[in-house]
């Protein structure tokens, strides 16, 4: 790859490195890990996230950009435009995250040939909160992604066969890593702020969004009072997640944390339960998800397409709280080790950050065609009809 040195690639999207948000900040963090010797990278930063006075230059050798936008909500259109627009003049290539700010995607291509990519992450505008105009905005900008970009990368087979059945356009399969985390031992001095880690105890990482069905997850282990549950989430955020923590707050086995932005803590409380709960029903491949996997943790997932693409089928699934109430009660200990085991193979072997740089390297400079993609699944039937009459790129 040393020939690529020269090259310039643009990444646009996150909030910005050092990475203290989520997935794509943690993607771009370790593209520039992993790639950051043989190409010179520019990473955009959302300049509210990052004081004036907390605004390196550089970092791990990536420069950084920062523009005076809010890189999340109404904001993140002309954060992601005035990105794209910047990394014209400077970049060979454009990385692309989201699809917020693509609707600009016809001019941008219109005055320049640089090479854009564009990760179209999750479907977005299927998550409950969006409606109307936000709905078709998203929508809309999506279409114009698989419109204009030079390659479409998905995270999830699910999300590729979505783009093939609704834009009848080939992308390419790039998941996330997870080898960044570490398992931490409960015998850490951190330990003992969190009594509840004396026993055991399940737990769930998630934004409090009614898509992570935490009102399923929180019904469910109401009714066990054998088994704790720690969930950390933005609470405060929303109305939804301020009601759902007053409702349950009652119960003193159900430990509501605030979010836990800290690596380290974070490892800790993941590395010591004894089952983990993923309830996001939206999305592709999640982050947290693979990264529950890597660590060793028997995972109970909600019952979709992405989840079970992502675990191989290899975990235990749940449809609504009376399901995981009863996973909950009568999966034994032999079981929960066989999850785990199957789950962490998978993990070491499809999730590892060093193939998937690879993998990005070669979408984003063209080293190797995307690979035809074969599917022995179907979408589900609803998401399926909500796209019709579908809308094609060619």
Not at 45 to 52: D, F, L, T
Not at 89 to 97: A, E, G, N, T
Not at 122 to 141: A, C, M
Not at 213 to 225: D, G, I, K, T, Y
Request: with cysteine; charged share 20%.
């Amino acid at each position: 790859m040393r020939k690529l040195q020269n090259t310039r690639l643009a990444i646009i999207g996150t909030v910005g490195l050092p990475a203290k948000y989520g997935g794509f900040e943690t993607l771009a963090q370790q593209l520039v890990l992993q790639l950051g010797d043989d190409i010179d990278i520019t990473v955009y930063c959302s300049g509210h996230s990052y004081p004036e006075l907390d605004r390196p230059a550089k970092w791990k050798g990536a420069k950084l950009k920062y523009i005076p936008l809010r890189a999340n909500g109404p904001q993140s259109i002309l954060y992601d435009f005035f990105s794209m627009l910047h990394a014209l003049f400077f970049c060979d290539v454009l990385l692309v995250l989201g699809v917020s700010g693509c609707l600009f995607l016809p001019l941008i291509k219109m005055f320049s040939k640089k090479r854009v990519i564009v990760n179209i992450d999750g479907l977005e505008w299927l998550r409950p909160k969006w409606s109307g105009f936000g709905k078709r905005f998203l929508q809309w900008s999506e279409w114009m992604a698989t419109r204009y970009a030079d390659e479409i990368i998905c995270d999830n087979a699910a999300i590729q066969k979505y783009v093939m059945d609704r834009y009848g356009r080939y992308s390419r399969l790039i998941t996330y890593g997870a080898d960044h985390v570490d398992p931490i031992s409960a015998r850490t001095r951190e330990a003992r702020h969190f009594p509840f880690m004396e026993k055991a105890y399940a737990f769930k990482v998630c934004r409090i969004e009614p898509e992570n069905n935490l009102h399923m997850v929180l019904e469910a282990f109401s009714q066990n009072l054998e088994l704790p549950i720690v969930v950390v989430g933005n609470w405060d955020h929303s109305e939804f997640g301020i009601q759902l923590r007053s409702a349950y707050s009652q119960y003193p086995h159900l430990h509501l944390l605030d979010p836990i932005y800290e690596p380290k803590v974070l490892n800790l409380l993941r590395s010591n339960c004894q089952l983990y709960v993923h309830g996001h029903s939206a999305g592709g491949t999640n982050p947290s998800l693979v990264e529950a996997m890597y660590l060793g943790l028997p995972i109970i997932a909600f019952e979709v397409i992405y989840n079970r693409i992502t675990t191989q089928h290899q975990a235990a699934y749940f449809n609504n709280a009376d399901e995981l109430a009863a996973i909950i009660q009568d999966v034994t200990p032999q079981r929960l080790e066989q999850i785990a085991l199957s789950l962490q193979r998978i993990a070491i072997k499809e999730y590892n950050w060093a193939y998937i740089s690879d993998s990005y390297a070669k979408a984003a400079f063209g080293a190797v065609p995307a690979p035809v993609p074969s599917f022995d699944f179907e979408l589900p039937l609803a998401l399926r009809q909500s796209f019709q009459p579908a809308l094609k790129t060619n």
